[in-house]
């Protein structure tokens, strides 16, 4: 077998059918979320590593200056993907290129948070995060103080058929599902036109629940290009003519992700949510999905936790939970790295607490 190959991918039509062809690809990784990114100031290069001709890897990076020093930051969102963690030459090839790319484009460091599981679903997942965890602090790489994406999830195998499915969950999460059907909850599929009523629900859930939520235009950038490309899915859920409850999915590949969920605080008693997502998995499903990721989890199963509340809703659906190894980063300059990652933000935080309105630091990377 010959050795592995890397090469830049220009052609970005072309980019989604070549992630397609490896086993576990993400949205994040897409070239409508880099198209998305691009108008917030990352700017995307694509690459593809490759063996007798074949792809075995791919990773999408964005970068962006990293404001105030003339550096930038570079990230490869829910990535890189590879089509065998196992496969020790290959994660060398893969880590090594993205060294090289964060030394080449002036980066104080690069990060990624591949999917790589320390505790797999069967069939789902693959099991090699003590082994890619060990590679990653040999070659100097460090777990990341800033985790952009959850590190947990709850991930449900939709291969069952629907009765299965069902009985897989708790008494308490099918009751719910009843209920809501019972008491006239209808669930329907919303378009680019609903994007602002959804996006209200939306600021009154973070409102409600003390998360902080971008603008408007931030979301529908990325609601509507994917809903436009049948890679997105708006579910939303009606009773006695009001808008309780909705949801946004990613569809890429076998897998469906549950990203955006919103609910009213009218009229909770009638259980909307729980029939939301059970027909956001029916509908996965039918679109040939095996997999639904629930998108969030507590890192340690503790009452304190403040996610266990999510937890326990999201279990419910018969999930598993999968723990990823999360995000770690390459520091060019450890010291350039500190200062960014570190200092600045401390420093920043030291005057707010001082002066109040202060800027709050380097870009998020989210």
Not at 185 to 206: I, K, W
Not at 270 to 291: H, S, V
Request: net charge positive; aromatic share 12%; charged share 25%.
């Amino acid at each position: 077998m010959s050795s592995i190959s890397v090469r830049q991918v220009k052609d970005a039509a072309g980019w989604d059918e070549l992630l397609l062809r490896l086993p576990a690809p993400h949205p994040l990784q897409s070239t409508l979320w880099a198209e998305h990114k691009q108008c917030y100031g990352w700017r995307p290069s694509r690459w593809v590593f490759e063996q007798d001709g074949h792809p075995r890897g791919a990773a999408l990076i964005l970068r962006r200056r990293a404001a105030p020093l003339p550096f930038s930051v570079l990230y490869v969102p829910k990535g890189p993907i590879l089509d065998h963690w196992g496969d020790a030459e290959l994660v060398q090839a893969v880590l090594a290129h993205l060294e090289r790319e964060a030394r080449r484009q002036a980066g104080i460091f690069i990060k990624i948070d591949p999917d790589v599981e320390y505790t797999p679903a069967p069939d789902l997942c693959q099991p090699y995060g003590e082994q890619v965890v060990e590679a990653l602090r040999r070659r100097g790489w460090l777990f990341s103080r800033d985790q952009i994406q959850y590190r947990s999830t709850v991930l449900v195998d939709l291969r069952p058929d629907e009765e299965t499915l069902l009985e897989a969950m708790k008494a308490k999460t099918r009751y719910n599902i009843r209920l809501a059907e019972r008491k006239g909850v209808v669930v329907t599929a919303g378009g680019v036109d609903d994007l602002p009523a959804f996006y209200q629900l939306y600021a009154e859930t973070s409102r409600r629940d003390g998360f902080l939520i971008r603008d408007f235009a931030y979301y529908r950038s990325v609601w509507e290009r994917f809903l436009e490309a049948e890679r997105g899915l708006l579910l939303l859920a009606h009773a006695e003519g009001q808008l309780l409850a909705g949801l946004f999915l990613f569809i890429f590949g076998q897998r469906a992700w549950y990203i955006y969920g919103a609910s009213s605080s009218n009229m909770r008693h009638l259980m909307p949510n729980y029939l939301l997502q059970w027909e956001a998995m029916r509908e996965a499903r039918r679109r040939g999905c095996t997999a639904y990721d629930l998108w969030g989890a507590p890192d340690e199963l503790d009452e304190s936790d403040p996610m266990w509340g999510v937890y326990r809703f999201k279990a419910g659906f018969g999930g598993v939970l999968v723990r990823h190894i999360g995000a770690y980063d390459f520091p060019v300059s450890r010291a350039l790295y500190t200062l960014y990652t570190v200092l600045i933000p401390r420093y920043l935080a030291l005057l707010r607490r001082r002066h109040g309105a202060i800027p709050a630091g380097p870009p998020a990377m989210a």
